[in-house]
């Protein structure tokens, strides 16, 4: 194999790799903590009188 052909082929490898780790931390989805921070950032919101 050439050298530019293992370069494409340890680009390919790469790629795989970064695409996976993406995918993962997309299906983890956010932890219960932050869920519970968010609903009380809502009711803060909620319960301030308008300007």
């Known amino acids: 194999m050439t050298e530019q052909g293992q ?3 340890g680009g390919g490898v790469i790629d795989e790799n970064l695409k996976r780790v ?3 931390a997309l299906d983890e989805g956010i932890p219960d903590r932050f869920k519970d921070l968010l609903d009380q950032l809502k009711q803060q919101d909620t319960q301030r ?3």
């Open 7 to 9: 370069k494409k082929t």
């Open 22 to 24: 993406y995918n993962e």
């Open 49 to 51: 009188e308008p300007d």
